[in-house]
């Protein structure tokens, strides 16, 4: 079964803390992307790779870092930098850019 | 102009009514066009893409103006369960290349 997948579903950060979201993905797409959606809001860009061993920062990249040494994996971690990293963080993957994205099931973050 | 923007409603309307949405985009050379459909505290999911001439998919038509930049989203026969939020999403950087921009939404709620 071909998919996105995000884990964990939920997570608490105490202050001063670096935490690291998982993402991985079969579907043999070369983009993955992250964002953040605070509530009520749209989705922001946080980083994106269009090919591994390459990443580009988005709109939001501060407090947050990525890595891409694997096709089928991009984490995401939410340093001690981001003073407000309370929302929902999305994982997107897709063929290559500009073409229709896939998303996981997301992970909220929370601050304890 | 903003990149992409949507009416964020809400649109509230009776079941069977027929409801449309529009959305502008800011890059004229943009080719790439999709609505994606987010329920409360889930992932967007693709909806449709949308072509130059037009395409529909059940009950759902999209459309694209390339003169005056926007597409559109109309649905028909309106069932309790298209309540969600409606997102635009066009690509930036023109042509094929670059990112997909997301617009904020448009709300929908289908009312019995």
């Known amino acids: 079964d071909g998919g996105i997948t995000q884990s964990p579903k939920y997570l608490f950060r105490k202050e001063g803390q670096n935490v690291t979201l998982s993402c991985e993905q079969n579907?043999?797409?070369?983009?993955m992307y992250w964002y953040r959606q605070d509530p009520g809001q749209g989705l922001r860009l946080i980083y994106y790779?269009?090919?591994?061993?390459?990443?580009q920062k988005g709109d939001i990249a501060e407090g947050y870092s990525v890595s891409r040494e694997k096709k089928e994996s991009f984490p995401l971690t939410v340093t001690s930098a981001q003073k407000n990293p309370t929302a929902f963080y999305l994982c997107?993957?897709?063929?290559?850019?500009?073409?229709?994205?896939?998303f996981g099931d997301g992970t909220r973050l929370s601050i304890l | 102009r903003k990149e992409v923007e949507q009416d964020p409603g809400p649109f509230n309307v009776p079941e069977g009514a027929t409801v449309a949405f529009n959305c502008t985009y800011s890059?004229?050379?943009?080719?790439?066009f999709f609505w994606y459909r987010q329920d409360c505290r889930k992932e967007p999911k693709l909806l449709m893409s949308?072509?130059?001439s037009g395409n529909e998919d059940g009950r759902f038509t999209a459309q694209l103006n390339r003169a005056s930049q926007y597409i559109s989203l109309l649905i028909r026969d309106s069932k309790l369960s298209d309540s969600a939020t409606y997102l635009c999403?066009?690509?930036?950087?023109?042509?094929?290349?670059?990112?997909?921009?997301f617009g904020k939404g448009t709300k929908l709620s289908v009312k019995p």
């Open positions: 997107a993957s897709s063929i290559r850019s500009a073409q229709p994205q896939h």
């Open positions: 579907l043999n797409h070369d983009a």
């Open positions: 790779s269009q090919i591994v061993n390459d990443f």
């Open positions: 890059n004229s050379a943009s080719q790439s």
């Open positions: 949308v072509y130059s």
């Open positions: 999403v066009v690509n930036i950087g023109g042509g094929s290349q670059g990112n997909l921009i």
